[in-house]
């Protein structure tokens, strides 16, 4: 069965810090990775995703996350955080399951907060 | 064009009862999925339904049904409430089965009392 592991689950930084935040997966098949992001009052959105090809992506915001195959890790990255950045951050990785359908599995989150 | 939109927002229920959850998909969107959220963890997947058909269906138990409807709406039911049935019901829509990119409504906060 698939699993995500987020590491840190609470971390604060200041204004223009670099950030990474860690996760690793578990999961037999193709591997389709995202990041999702819940802004303080707003519902969860995509931040970035990594389906194939140049393990590098960019998201929304300077995001960035690097898929290291040989580590099961998909980590996020930004150079300098800013105070709008104070977010809970969620690891996911895709699964097909029974039914041809699919299921997103998270990790437990990362509670983000950026202080001036 | 509108979000994921869910009713209620807040729902306080006691042992026993029976609860229903809505959810309406953006417009265009054929897939509907359910997630469970509990305080302190990630969302846990609960159903997926593409064309009103399950075709997922997490580690819950039969107390957690669903049904999508033709216009692709979809609703979540509960029977039996338990206290550990508390937790933020969230409904993602997708345009296919297949794409991880969901889209999220804001949730339903059920509290079982």
């Known amino acids: 069965a698939q699993s995500v592991s987020q590491h840190n689950h609470h971390v604060i930084l200041s204004e223009a810090a670099s950030l990474e935040l860690g996760c690793n997966y578990s999961?037999?098949?193709?591997?389709?990775l995202f990041w999702y992001v819940q802004y303080p009052g707003q519902h969860l959105q995509l931040l970035l995703k990594y389906f194939s090809g140049d393990p590098l992506v960019k998201g929304i915001k300077g995001f960035e996350a690097e898929f290291i195959k040989s580590k099961f890790s998909f980590n996020l990255r930004k150079p300098s955080v800013q105070w709008s950045d104070t977010a809970e951050y969620f690891c996911a990785v895709n699964a097909r399951v029974t039914g041809g359908g699919n299921k997103l599995t998270f990790g437990t989150g990362t509670q983000l907060k950026v202080e001036l | 064009d509108a979000g994921v939109t869910q009713s209620p927002t807040h729902l306080i229920k006691t042992r026993g009862q029976q609860v229903t959850l809505r959810c309406s998909p953006i417009s265009g969107h054929k897939s509907v999925s359910w997630y469970q959220q509990v305080l302190g963890q990630g969302p846990q997947f609960i159903f997926q339904?593409?064309?009103?058909?399950?075709?997922g269906r997490g580690n819950f138990p039969d107390r957690f049904s669903a049904r999508q409807f033709p216009n692709y709406s979809s609703e979540l039911n509960v029977n039996a409430l338990l206290l550990g049935d508390s937790a933020l019901y969230l409904c993602?829509?997708?345009?296919?089965?297949?794409?991880?990119?969901?889209?999220f409504g804001s949730g339903t906060q059920l509290s079982v009392l």
């Open positions: 999961y037999g098949g193709t591997v389709n």
């Open positions: 339904y593409y064309e009103k058909e399950e075709r």
């Open positions: 993602a829509s997708t345009l296919t089965q297949g794409s991880g990119k969901l889209f």
